[in-house]
């Protein structure tokens, strides 16, 4: 990225993009450290004064350029005639002035799915993407996160403390994730380990040859032994994809169904234990979980900055000069948080970057934000009386320049007795699979989790019921307890 002297303005004084003079462009400010991480919003608006795009470094000798204004990020992610997805412009990469095992190679460069895809190719992989989730039935999926939360809860209930994120919502999206997927629990475990290495980007390369080596386990396993599953289901879809072609939008598929979910989670519970906005809200006998979430999505959503995209061709923009093959990083949160959109009514705005936009917009945005809620609600209707074991600004961010995700989120509570619940359901052993031919027809046809028409308008249109309650003034709880505890009277009621 470089200055425009047509432009007729000087460059500001400790501009970063200026560091050797006008038209230099000079080393950016690195977004992944742990000071980054501990306060990134003082980093977007120290860089917001050189404008709407500014150069930062995402690994030591990884130089990009980052969308922090909210019009200039959704021209860039709609504006495929533009700028590419395909990381294989990364002309960085290609040269070999980014080494193959830095830490955000594994979450940028090239694989033959629908995230790093262009045209024809990216319609035809997302195709079989949104067809195969389409067919998950959210009821049964809502019933599904219910009780692997109470499975979860049961573990720590009566002990009187917690590690909110390490026992609770880094395991239950897992959970989920093995079973709409079909995938056994000893794999699903793997390719967690995997993808953690690849978003905090500690032993990256490790971490992705770790989930490389499980995927190929995994699609070799369900070609063998298909079942009710999106996998399965992704596999007989009309498009045919071919088993590396599986392997990478599996990526894609277990990136945003793990960790963004999870950090979805931690973060709207951080945010309730500790906001006075929201706890303030309780005693009306409002459960302001809705709002929450809405406010996570705009302040600290789980994916802090990506949404990778390639010049096409040198262009200016936003008055800067782009180079063809240079990494343009849209910061959602910095252009959700951009000051032209200043306002104090954001509760049930969407307008949000949270889930990308355009061509690329997150095709689970739905059903995430659905089980998110299903999970919050119910963390605090079975433990009402919770709190925060440390003050809040302790808690620690974990370092890197893509998410926005704690090291733990530590809890304590009066102990609860534990509710009666059956063991949590694993795919059936391999030897008992059921034959494709029972669920998936050669038509890419019904199964027993085929969403209905009513299902599927729930997925697309979260009831507001669902995620947030509004008890009659009359019979409004006085306190803390009372008001989580109002949704158990709620969904008894259902």
């Known amino acids: 990225m470089t ?22 462009a000079g080393a950016g400010v690195p977004i992944y450290g742990p000071d980054f991480a501990a306060d990134p919003h003082s980093v977007y608006a120290r860089l917001r004064q ?16 980052l969308v922090l204004g909210y019009q200039a990020a959704l021209e860039v992610l709609r504006s495929p005639e533009k700028f590419g997805k395909d990381a294989r412009r990364w ?7 980014v080494p193959p095992d830095s830490p955000v190679v594994p979450m940028m460069h090239y694989r033959p799915n629908c995230l790093f895809s262009d045209g024809e190719a990216h319609r035809r992989l997302r195709s079989a993407v949104t067809d195969s989730m389409e067919r ?20 720590f209930a009566t002990t009187g403390q917690a590690d909110l994120l390490g026992e609770y919502a880094k395991i239950l999206p897992l959970l989920v994730f093995n079973q709409v997927f079909g995938c056994p629990p ?23 040859a770790l989930l490389t080596e499980t995927l190929l386990e995994l699609v070799a396993l369900k ?22 072609e599986m392997i990478h939008q599996l990526v894609v598929l277990m990136g945003a169904g793990t960790q963004p979910q999870q950090n979805l989670i931690a973060n709207a519970l951080r945010l309730l234990l500790s906001d006075e906005r929201f706890a303030g809200d309780l005693a009306g006998g409002s459960l302001p979980v809705d709002d929450a979430l809405d406010e996570v999505l705009w302040l600290d ?33 910095a252009a959700n948080n951009d000051p032209v959109l200043a306002s104090d009514h954001r509760t049930g705005n969407r307008a949000h970057l949270a889930w990308s936009a355009g061509p690329h917009v997150c095709p689970a945005k739905d059903s995430a934000r659905l089980a998110a809620g299903i999970a919050v609600e119910k963390l605090l209707d079975r433990i009402p009386d919770m709190e925060l074991a440390v003050p809040a600004d302790q808690l620690q961010w974990r370092p890197g320049p893509f998410h926005r995700a704690m090291t733990a989120l530590p809890v304590r509570f009066p102990p609860v007795p534990l509710t009666v619940t059956t063991p949590l359901p694993t795919p059936a052993p391999v030897s008992e699979t059921v034959p494709v031919r029972d669920h998936i027809d ?39 307890r009372r008001a989580w505890s109002s949704l158990a009277a709620w969904w008894r009621g259902r």
């Open 223 to 244: 070609r063998r032994h298909p079942g009710p599953d999106i996998i399965s289901w992704m596999m007989a879809h009309p498009v045919r994809l071919s088993d590396e």
């Open 3 to 24: 200055y425009r002297p047509d432009a007729g303005v000087a460059p500001p004084p400790g501009c970063p993009a200026h560091a050797g003079g006008p038209g230099h």
């Open 186 to 208: 000893a794999l699903g475990e793997r390719l967690v380990e995997g993808m953690s290495g690849i978003f905090d980007g500690v032993d990256a390369e490790r971490a992705n």
């Open 442 to 480: 050669e038509n890419f046809g019904v199964s027993r989790w085929n969403a209905s028409s009513a299902s599927r308008d729930l997925l697309s249109s979260t009831p507001p019921a669902a995620i947030s309650t509004q008890r009659p003034p009359a019979s409004a709880p006085r306190g803390r």
């Open 91 to 97: 002309k960085a990469l290609a040269d070999g002035r």
């Open 301 to 333: 959503p789980p994916m802090a900055n990506y949404a990778v995209h390639y010049p096409l061709h040198d262009m200016d923009f936003a008055g800067v000069r782009l180079r063809e093959g240079e990494p343009v990083v849209v910061s959602l949160a």
């Open 50 to 65: 050189y404008g709407q795009v500014v150069p930062v470094e995402l690994a030591p000798g990884v130089q990009a350029n």
């Open 136 to 155: 998950v039935d959210p009821n049964a999926m809502r019933g599904y996160v219910e009780h692997a939360a109470d499975t979860l809860i049961d573990r």
